[in-house]
């Protein structure tokens, strides 16, 4: 006999079926809202999303329904780039990127040697996570296995849906922290086979960046790319200009930065660039033709001072744009605290970011650009039962701020500006409920 395990939300409802674009007014067809809406949750997956009049006449007699009524439910926010072996090093004072990497980062991750360790700050990092409503991430473990293993069975157990790699470097860091080409793609491999579409789970190859791999390393991860479609690639690209200049050194044969990844076969669909920061169009265009993303980090960006990311820039050339925390360059795990950063760094090219694109940006922005929405990303029947449930009234001035908004989109933008951990009323993900605020 199989039992069912099934109950409804009520809430307002907020989801994305499409790019709300950059103007004030979202698109056309883009924006799926219900003032008074639910949500039908069963055996993990949504099983309808409507408003409540239409939904309540259909539920079967006794099923529980949770009374959200003043919240807002959209779907669970999706981190494109984060570190969780840098989670306790969030806020490390006064460096720019390189100094930052030698001197408290690669210090740092030396300590994922021990897999207690790693098992210990995996339930930390996803507590964290849970608590700011993310519910997806694509994670840099550190390059010791172990610390793979601990944050995937970490994941799995919650059935979260997570994407993660073992760093792949072997040249330019710590003798503690360095792999050899061999012995990196063998324990890659190795992880692939236990974890790539174990559950909800997927593998990331994660070649640090160009500085600490070796040209065969970043050859052999690409062969392994190559032969599996399924597999997702991260790396970081074009962050600092100090970083520029000594990959310009390491490579001289390839005539830009980009061109390292390309050449040993790093640039696909499933591939995700942290920063891009330091691009001219040619690259943008050429890492859009190959349906590549740019992880948009503002508040790292802004923390190690690297730059200001130009988001208009890469939506001229449709290059796929996702939203990243970053941590620990960044200073926040929350997705509301990277809109506002991002908020901030657009204001100051003159690209102010909307509520609406901020939103699509965390959810199925996030989802499309990481080739995850066909299960995550939108509050519809048959995705995967992965939402926030928001508080627009968290705290007493929040509640003054929002009492006096006139539209949904107003209510976004103070949310995208104020909210943090405290704007979280639930987390559910895989239709259990993950989170819940004291
Ligand atoms: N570039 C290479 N490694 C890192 C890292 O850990 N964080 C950031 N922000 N940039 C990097
Ligand atoms: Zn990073």
Redesign the pocket.
């Known amino acids: 006999m199989t039992t069912t395990d099934s109950r409804v939300l009520r809430a307002e409802l907020l989801s994305f079926d499409a790019d709300p674009g950059d103007d004030d007014t979202p698109a056309p067809g883009s924006v799926r809202h219900h003032p008074d809406g639910a949500v039908w949750i069963e055996n993990g997956r949504l099983r309808a999303v409507d408003d409540y009049a239409t939904l309540a006449p259909l539920l079967p007699p006794g099923i529980e329904v949770v009374d959200h009524r003043g919240k807002l439910i959209t779907p669970g926010f999706i981190d494109s780039h984060v ?1 969780y072996v ?1 989670l306790e090093i969030i806020a490390s004072y006064g460096r720019q ?1 390189l100094d ?2 030698n001197d408290y ?1 690669f210090p740092e ?1 030396l300590r994922f040697a021990d897999p207690d360790h790693a098992a210990a700050l995996s339930e930390a990092f996803l507590d964290e996570l849970l608590r700011v409503g993310t519910t997806t991430a694509q994670v ?1 473990c550190s390059s010791h296995p172990a610390s793979v293993d601990a944050f995937l069975a970490a994941s799995h157990r919650r059935g979260l849906c997570m994407l993660a790699g073992k760093v792949l470097m072997d040249r330019n860091a710590p003798e503690g922290l360095t792999d050899d080409v061999v012995g990196g793609i063998r324990d890659s491999e190795r992880l692939i086979g236990d974890w790539h579409g174990k559950g909800r789970l997927g593998y990331s190859l994660t070649p ?2 160009a ?2 791999s070796s040209r065969a390393q970043l050859d052999a991860t690409g062969a392994l790319l190559r032969n599996d479609e399924s597999l997702w690639l991260q ?2 690209l074009a ?2 200009t100090g ?1 520029l200049d000594w990959v310009a050194e390491l490579f001289p044969g390839s005539r830009d930065y980009l061109e390292v990844y390309e050449t040993s076969g790093l640039v696909g669909p499933r591939s995700t660039f ?2 891009g920061i330091h691009l001219d169009q040619a690259m943008r265009g050429r890492l859009a033709e190959c349906g590549a993303n740019l992880a948009f ?1 503002p508040s ?1 960006n802004l923390f ?1 001072g ?1 730059g200001l990311f130009d988001r208009q820039a890469a939506r001229e050339m449709a290059l796929n744009v996702t939203y990243a925390s ?1 941590v ?3 200073t926040d795990l929350s997705g509301l605290a990277t809109l506002k950063a991002a908020y901030q760094v657009g204001q100051l090219r003159g690209q102010p970011l909307t509520a609406w694109q901020g939103f699509y940006g965390l959810t199925l922005g996030n989802a499309r650009a990481l080739s995850l929405d066909q299960r995550i990303g939108r509050l519809a029947p048959g995705m995967d039962a992965d939402l926030v449930v928001l508080d627009p009234a968290a705290t007493p001035l929040l509640a003054r701020r929002t009492a006096r908004c006139r539209s949904l989109a107003e209510t976004l933008f103070a949310l995208m500006m104020m909210g943090d951990d405290r704007c979280v009323a639930e987390t559910w993900a895989g239709g259990r409920l993950q989170h819940r605020r004291p």
Do not use: K, V
Request: hydrophobic fraction near 25%.
């Open positions: 570190h840098q990127l930052w990497l980062t991750e840099f640090r960046f500085p600490t790396t970081h962050e600092n970083e942290a920063h980090c790292s190690l690297s970053d620990g360059g960044g």
